[in-house]
Antibody, heavy 113, light 108 residues
């Protein structure tokens, strides 16, 4: 059974960089699936951030494109998200997923000083 | 961006009711549409993909239909476990993938 697990700091200071990693177990990341990130501010709807294929091809939400970097580490079966210059508006639960069918449980990241 | 408009935003219903949620795309997405159920504090769970394909393990009271720009999610007989928020999502185009604003199904 494929499982995804997000990890990273739960608190980030304004103007700093948010970094999250998604660890994939029960299957290889080195397959032709799309590995993505979605976020959900408290009490609000879902926003797609972007995603990456195992070969490194990336797709970003234009609204976040200038601040987001996605990467994949096939040796560790992980993929990662970096979001720079964060503000309170970036406070959200961040989910990683394989395409649309397999999601991690999500991790809350709060931006606050 | 392809805009996804869901209606209604809130729906009050009773156990046993037939419930229909609509999602409209701002341009044709063929059948590249998924429906999710989300309960508080949990990740979205896919119910339907490719507009009408039921995810493994999802009860058959859930069904999806539509293509192009108009889509519906139907629950034929609402059960207590179905009170949740439902989202549609288009995944035809990476520029970007987009979600509807959600429909909260409440107990009447």
């Amino acid at each position: 059974q494929l499982q995804l697990q997000e990890s990273g700091p739960g608190l980030v200071k304004p103007s700093e960089t948010l970094s999250l990693t998604c660890t994939v177990s029960g299957g290889s990341i080195n397959t032709n699936y799309f590995w993505g990130w979605t976020r959900q501010p408290p009490g609000k709807g879902l926003e797609w951030i972007g995603g990456i294929y195992y070969n490194g091809d990336t797709y970003y939400n234009p609204s976040l494109r200038s601040r987001v970097t996605l990467s994949v580490d096939t040796s560790k079966n992980q993929f990662s998200l970096r979001l720079t210059s964060v503000t309170a508006a970036d406070t959200a639960v961040y989910y990683c997923a394989r395409s649309i069918r397999y999601w991690g449980q999500g991790t809350l990241v709060t931006v606050s000083s | 961006d392809i805009q996804m408009t869901q209606s209604p935003s809130t729906l009050s219903a009773s156990v046993g009711d037939r419930v229909t949620i609509t999602c409209r795309a701002s341009q044709s997405i063929s059948d590249w549409l998924a429906w999710y159920q989300q309960k508080p504090g949990t990740a979205p769970k896919v119910l339907i993909y490719k507009a009408s394909t039921l995810e493994i393990g999802v009860p058959p009271r859930f069904s999806g239909s539509g293509s192009g720009t108009e889509f519906t999610l139907t629950i034929t007989s609402l059960q207590p476990d179905d009170f949740a928020t439902y989202y549609c999502q288009q995944y035809k185009s990476f520029s970007p993938w987009t979600f509807g604003q959600g429909t909260k199904v409440e107990i009447k």
